[in-house]
């Protein structure tokens, strides 16, 4: 196996940050990878000290959601190119477009590419 450098850079203030690790084949390793994601997002619903308020102080519930990014660094090939870095976000592809913000980004890294 050959050397792979890929920088990867989160912010995480400005969003939560999942890390997996999966190096053999797993049937559910994606859907377990979205439902970390999902529940991640969940859980940032009305948190505390994370709500800002409204001009009348009420708090604004879901002001406190923050986008959530994972990285799944796996020994599994998810794509049949020779990178081994994808990144997956919501994507409109019959319009081309993407949309403004990544509340969900999916980063894959395939270290098993050489």
Known sequence: MRAV?????????MADLVVELQMYADAY???RAFFYMAETYRQNYA???????NARGKPLLNSS????????????EFFHDPSPFH??????????????????ALSLFEIGKH
Do not use: C, N, W
Request: charged share 30%; proline share 4%.
């Open 65 to 76: 959601l923050k986008p959530v990014h994972l990285l799944a660094i796996t020994g599994l």
């Open 47 to 53: 948190a505390a000290g994370r709500m800002r308020a």
């Open 5 to 13: 450098h890929q920088d990867v850079s989160v912010a995480v203030e």
């Open 87 to 104: 990144e997956l976000v919501f994507y409109d592809k019959k319009r081309d477009t993407g949309v403004e913000k990544d509340y969900y």
């Open 29 to 31: 390793f994606l859907p």
